[in-house]
């Protein structure tokens, strides 16, 4: 006898066992039993090979248990020569696996490619989700990081001419209501040389005393004052949050844990793509002809900051006007007619020129 | 369901009598080493194959390539003149991963804003993260068990499959309450309810109809705990003292400051893993040399472990040597030695029926566990 086995996966008797091929049946036979199994050969698969004797290690496809062990001989021979899917078992193992690496491998690249490119659309479908008490919070972080150094310009009739001007403006969404317990938008004004405005998350707007120095119109700052509703409106804080800083980022800032301190941090939130800044121009043209207001404030701004970009250079120029979009570029496509009534009195911008010189 | 002592051995004989140490003689005398034939090449390749696909799959790979080295570790080792099999596949470790994985989302989600939704004060912010943290250490405890059943029954024998008795829940409330116990107990308990969790595994696990038996004592494991807990005790003090009150003084700033940064990292690499050497050797001898492996009609399997604490020393030493100079890249030939090593020092024997001992009749879970596979660096 020689030392091939069968186990027949009911007991863990090693039959010891000769074979022989008959048609698409091999014959498994033992001393006792001549017919011990009979198992059709397109059944058969080889599992593995015995680097140490060489014997080779067969299965069936229909039935995991059972296994046969066959060494070298005339007869497994046969078996493999009369049995291509057995004979080359080693090249179809070999195959098998890279089909399986190369499948992976593709899914691998496809899932880091979505991710790269897909993160910005798919934050801006997660921030339609947060709700806005946690908008808020993550607002009051960087409100504060902001606003330590800086001081809030209180000029009670700036105040109110800018308050007036962003309630005309807001959508209903983002007007107070205490029934629909909405807060609304809040505005401040800050003691900043520097032209600028920002949107934060919490429905909240900033606006430099420089922009209202440089701006030689009411109708610039409700340009300006109404792309940044625009940015409110379409919930870029949040998705700008979730994009640059991560869902595990934000989350953390939104509970106080670590990187609330860090203003560096904070502040990628506030930079925007250049998709985002295009739309919250054409979302704040909307709103300023939805409100009866004249629109062509917003290019006559970006003419100004344009001239003082060619006079001082980059630095006194912020990097959401600076940058992307051109300012050439979104003068023309905001380019508007005249229509519409003015934003402010002329008392009511004259109090708003002055909202930092009351203390 | 616990066999009885007189199981252990044959239905006639009593456990500690003298013709139970006789026997248990004769059988540490008759046991059959267990050998591994696997050699570095193959596994190496195994290796470096998978970690190209792993990074290039971004660690999707990792299941499949898992399942090649098991496959092959398995189909190395021969016990009693048989070479275990591994059954299990890459797809069955992903399943169980992205199973586990929604789970912990589940539970990261309750504790990040858990809290935002009923009520942000502490009460509620402590007590959601204190129920989460209990939840996973819950998950983690289930899964060692169900770990265990996964691998059992991906492993077959002359073509017959381990088993598990039992849920898993169970066994994580019952090891989950003793941690507790042991843990207010500034942690004296720790090696007692390690061997506990181990018992409870081992002894829910079948070997086709053999029910697996383990009765490890516990005092020498809970010594040479004590030992290792005393020696990284003294190694802590020591660099303590050493980096705040001797390296301040050593006037070359940028040799001091090398120092701060040497010592704790040479006391770290050095001493914790030889620290508990001897509890690893301690805990292989009391599972081994008390494992044992019965069925009324098929007979008996016992082990005997020979290893010692010298031994684990200087597999740890030389993995050391071996990992720290290739930045990890050496890990082949580490695995290759301690699977050779193991190997080398576990005895197999007994009395046993072949045509007695019978397949395992419980079902075989459809995935892995995925918690473990997901927190175990290990490649096997």
Same mark, same amino acid.
């Given at each position: 006898?020689?030392?091939?086995?069968?186990?027949?996966?009911?007991?863990?008797?090693? +039959?010891?066992?000769?074979?022989?091929?008959?048609?698409?049946?091999?014959?498994?036979? &033992?001393?006792?039993?001549?017919?011990?199994?009979?198992?059709?050969?397109?059944?058969?698969?080889?599992?593995?090979?015995?680097?140490?004797?060489?014997?080779?290690?067969?299965?069936? $496809?229909?039935?995991?248990?059972?296994?046969?062990?066959?060494?070298?001989?005339?007869?497994?021979?046969?078996?493999?020569?009369?049995?291509?899917?057995?004979?080359?078992?080693?090249?179809?193992?070999?195959?098998?696996?890279?089909? $399986?690496?190369?499948?992976?491998?593709?899914?691998?690249?496809?899932?880091?490619?979505?991710?790269?490119?897909?993160?910005?659309?798919?934050?801006?479908?997660?921030?339609?989700?947060?709700?806005?008490?946690?908008?808020?919070?993550?607002?009051? +972080?960087?409100?504060?990081? #902001?606003?330590?150094?800086?001081?809030?310009?209180?000029?009670?009739?700036?105040?109110?001419?800018?308050?007036?001007?962003?309630?005309?403006?807001?959508?209903?969404?983002?007007?107070?209501?205490?029934?629909?317990?909405?807060?609304? #938008?809040?505005?401040?004004?800050?003691?900043?040389?520097?032209?600028?405005?920002?949107?934060?998350?919490?429905?909240?707007?900033?606006?430099?005393?420089?922009? #209202?120095?440089?701006?030689?119109?009411?109708?610039?700052?409700?340009?300006?004052?109404?792309?940044?509703?625009?940015?409110?409106?379409?919930?870029?804080?949040?998705?700008?949050?979730?994009?640059?800083?991560?869902?595990?980022?934000?989350?953390?800032? #939104?509970?106080?844990?670590?990187?609330?301190?860090? $203003?560096?941090?904070?502040?990628?939130?506030?930079?925007?793509?250049?998709?985002?800044?295009?739309?919250?121009?054409?979302?704040?043209?909307?709103?300023?002809?939805?409100?009866?207001?004249?629109?062509?404030?917003?290019?006559?701004?970006?003419?100004?900051?344009?001239?003082?970009?060619?006079?001082?250079?980059?630095?006194?120029?912020?990097?959401?006007?600076? &940058?992307?979009?051109?300012?050439?570029?979104?003068?023309?496509?905001?380019?508007?007619?005249?229509?519409?009534?003015?934003?402010?009195?002329?008392?009511?911008?004259?109090?708003?020129?002055?909202?930092?010189? $009351?203390? | 369901?616990?066999?009885?002592?007189?199981?252990?051995?044959?239905?006639?004989?009593?456990?500690?009598?003298?013709?139970?140490?006789?026997?248990?003689?004769?059988?540490?005398?008759?046991?059959?080493?267990?050998?591994?034939?696997?050699?570095?090449?193959?596994?190496?390749?195994?290796?470096?194959?998978?970690?190209?696909?792993?990074?290039?799959? !971004?660690?999707?790979?990792? =299941?499949?390539?898992?399942?090649?080295?098991?496959?092959?570790?398995?189909?190395?080792?021969?016990?009693?003149?048989?070479?275990?099999?591994?059954?299990?596949?890459?797809?069955?470790?992903?399943?169980?991963?992205?199973?586990?994985?929604?789970?912990?989302?589940?539970?990261?989600?309750?504790?990040?804003?858990?809290?935002?939704?009923?009520?942000?004060?502490? =009460?509620?912010?402590?007590?959601?993260?204190?129920?989460?943290?209990?939840?996973?250490?819950?998950?983690?405890?289930?899964?060692?068990?169900?770990?265990?059943?996964?691998?059992?029954?991906?492993?077959?024998?002359?073509?017959?499959?381990?088993?598990?008795?039992?849920?898993?829940?169970?066994?994580? =409330?019952?090891?989950?309450? /003793?941690?507790?116990?042991?843990?207010?107990?500034?942690?004296?308990?720790?090696?007692?309810?390690?061997?506990?969790?181990?018992?409870?595994?081992?002894?829910?696990?079948?070997?086709?109809?053999?029910?697996?038996?383990?009765?490890?004592?516990?005092?020498?494991?809970?010594?040479?705990?004590?030992?290792?807990?005393?020696?990284?005790?003294?190694?802590?003090?020591?660099?303590?003292?050493?980096?705040?009150?001797?390296?301040?003084?050593?006037?070359?700033?940028?040799?001091?400051?090398?120092?701060?940064?040497?010592?704790?990292?040479?006391?770290?690499? /050095?001493?914790?893993?030889?620290?508990?050497?001897?509890?690893?050797?301690?805990?292989?001898?009391?599972?081994?040399?008390?494992?044992?492996?019965?069925?009324?009609?098929?007979?008996?399997?016992?082990?005997?472990?020979?290893?010692?604490?010298?031994?684990? !020393?200087?597999?740890?030493?030389?993995?050391?040597?071996?990992?720290?100079?290739?930045?990890?890249?050496?890990?082949?030939?580490?695995?290759?030695?301690?699977?050779?090593?193991?190997?080398?020092?576990?005895?197999?024997?007994?009395?046993?029926?072949?045509?007695?001992?019978?397949?395992?009749?419980?079902?075989?879970?459809?995935?892995?566990?995925?918690? /473990?596979?997901?927190?175990?660096?290990?490649?096997?």
């Amino acid at each position: 006898m020689t030392d091939d086995r069968y186990y027949d996966g009911q007991t863990a008797t090693a +039959h010891r066992v000769t074979v022989t091929p008959l048609g698409n049946t091999l014959l498994i036979a &033992s001393t006792g039993d001549p017919a011990l199994a009979r198992w059709p050969i397109e059944d058969m698969r080889v599992i593995d090979a015995n680097k140490v004797t060489g014997a080779l290690n067969f299965g069936r $496809v229909s039935d995991p248990a059972p296994r046969l062990v066959l060494h070298e001989s005339p007869q497994r021979q046969q078996l493999l020569d009369a049995n291509p899917h057995l004979k080359e078992w080693r090249s179809r193992a070999a195959k098998h696996g890279w089909s $399986v690496g190369l499948a992976w491998t593709v899914a691998g690249l496809a899932i880091a490619t979505l991710f790269y490119f897909g993160w910005r659309d798919g934050s801006a479908y997660l921030a339609r989700f947060v709700p806005k008490p946690w908008e808020q919070k993550l607002g009051a +972080h960087i409100y504060k990081a #902001i606003t330590k150094n800086l001081t809030i310009c209180e000029g009670n009739g700036g105040k109110a001419a800018l308050r007036q001007l962003v309630d005309r403006l807001a959508p209903p969404e983002l007007q107070k209501d205490a029934g629909k317990k909405q807060e609304g #938008i809040t505005v401040d004004v800050v003691d900043m040389k520097l032209p600028n405005a920002f949107a934060l998350p919490g429905d909240h707007i900033m606006v430099t005393s420089g922009l #209202i120095d440089i701006a030689t119109s009411p109708d610039m700052v409700s340009g300006v004052v109404a792309h940044e509703i625009g940015h409110l409106d379409l919930r870029h804080p949040t998705q700008s949050a979730i994009s640059n800083l991560g869902i595990s980022a934000t989350a953390s800032i #939104i509970l106080g844990g670590s990187g609330v301190g860090d $203003v560096a941090t904070l502040l990628t939130i506030l930079s925007y793509s250049r998709k985002m800044e295009h739309e919250a121009d054409i979302r704040g043209l909307d709103l300023l002809k939805q409100a009866g207001l004249r629109a062509d404030g917003m290019a006559a701004f970006f003419k100004v900051m344009k001239e003082k970009f060619e006079k001082d250079g980059h630095s006194l120029i912020p990097d959401w006007l600076a &940058s992307h979009p051109g300012l050439d570029e979104r003068a023309d496509y905001t380019k508007a007619d005249t229509s519409g009534t003015t934003a402010m009195t002329d008392s009511e911008w004259q109090a708003l020129k002055d909202v930092c010189k $009351v203390r | 369901m616990r066999a009885d002592n007189s199981m252990r051995l044959s239905p006639s004989v009593s456990y500690g009598s003298a013709q139970h140490q006789e026997i248990e003689k004769r059988l540490r005398a008759e046991a059959q080493p267990i050998h591994y034939q696997g050699e570095l090449g193959p596994l190496a390749r195994l290796f470096y194959t998978n970690l190209a696909l792993s990074l290039l799959t !971004l660690g999707i790979y990792r =299941f499949w390539g898992k399942t090649h080295i098991r496959r092959y570790v398995w189909s190395q080792f021969e016990i009693l003149g048989e070479r275990l099999e591994y059954l299990g596949t890459g797809r069955e470790l992903l399943l169980g991963f992205l199973k586990t994985a929604a789970f912990v989302a589940i539970l990261v989600i309750v504790r990040q804003f858990g809290p935002e939704f009923v009520d942000p004060t502490g =009460f509620w912010v402590v007590g959601i993260a204190l129920g989460t943290s209990a939840a996973f250490g819950f998950l983690f405890l289930a899964a060692q068990f169900s770990a265990q059943r996964y691998r059992l029954t991906r492993t077959a024998w002359c073509g017959i499959r381990g088993s598990m008795e039992g849920s898993a829940w169970p066994y994580a =409330f019952k090891t989950g309450g /003793l941690f507790i116990v042991s843990a207010l107990l500034i942690g004296l308990l720790i090696p007692w309810w390690r061997m506990t969790c181990l018992e409870l595994r081992i002894s829910a696990s079948r070997f086709g109809s053999m029910r697996a038996n383990l009765e490890p004592g516990r005092s020498v494991c809970f010594w040479t705990f004590m030992l290792g807990s005393l020696i990284v005790g003294v190694t802590n003090t020591m660099v303590g003292y050493l980096v705040l009150d001797v390296v301040p003084t050593v006037e070359n700033a940028r040799l001091a400051e090398a120092l701060q940064f040497i010592l704790p990292l040479v006391a770290l690499l /050095l001493v914790l893993p030889f620290a508990f050497a001897p509890y690893y050797a301690s805990v292989q001898h009391e599972i081994f040399n008390n494992l044992s492996f019965f069925d009324k009609d098929a007979g008996y399997l016992r082990f005997a472990s020979s290893i010692t604490a010298g031994g684990v !020393l200087w597999q740890m030493f030389t993995a050391l040597l071996i990992l720290v100079p290739t930045l990890g890249l050496g890990f082949p030939l580490v695995m290759h030695r301690w699977l050779k090593f193991s190997a080398d020092n576990l005895r197999v024997g007994g009395k046993l029926d072949p045509a007695a001992l019978r397949q395992a009749t419980e079902a075989m879970p459809k995935t892995s566990e995925g918690l /473990l596979e997901a927190l175990d660096p290990g490649i096997l």
